[in-house]
């Protein structure tokens, strides 16, 4: 549940797990400090070149080697757009323009929060980047569903491909498990 610290950043001593204002929390006894937790935000892109869309190949763990929506953990003092145009850029080389966010997903469990924005090639040049195998451009008969590396990313292609059809791109709102 916790990515449990063992010592507490203020003064060193152990720190426990305690019963804290209406939950589990990580306490110093010794210097009487609760030290909050917070999900982690993922962000990422949807990017669309003409009718295909970018996925990116992963090169680091976990999920090594499959296919995946560029993303990745928001940086401190970074807006969640950057973090989705940086994340695209280090996974692919190219630059995007957001357009909107396209989907919020949850992942409770891995106490994570994806936001993935709707967004445009500025060209339909796709490089490696440093964290992915390949990259490539992909119709929707040539996504390799069933090596996707994570459910968000499949989410958010589901929900494109649906919303394709009608031609209103909507925000949409998922959890895992999906029901
Ligand atoms: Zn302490």
Known sequence: MFNLQKYCSNCGN??????????????????????????KIVTGAL???????????????????YWNLPAGYLEDFEKAED??????????????EIEKVFTVYNLPQANQVY????AKLKDGIVRNGEESI???LFT???IPWK???????????????????TGIFNTHLGTFPEK
């Open 115 to 118: 936001i993935h924005f709707l």
């Open 147 to 165: 090596e996707l590396a994570f459910t968000s990313s499949a989410f958010a292609l589901r929900k494109f491909f649906e919303d394709r059809k």
């Open 47 to 65: 990017c669309v070149w003409d009718n295909k869309v970018l996925l990116c190949r992963r090169a680091i763990e976990p999920r090594k080697g």
């Open 14 to 39: 152990e720190v426990i797990l305690k019963f804290t204002e209406g939950r589990d929390r990580i306490v110093c006894e010794h210097c009487e400090i609760i030290h909050y937790t917070n999900p």
């Open 83 to 96: 973090g989705a145009i940086r994340e695209t850029w280090e996974e692919a080389g190219t630059e995007i």
């Open 140 to 142: 929707e008969e040539e």
């Open 134 to 136: 390949e990259s490539g």
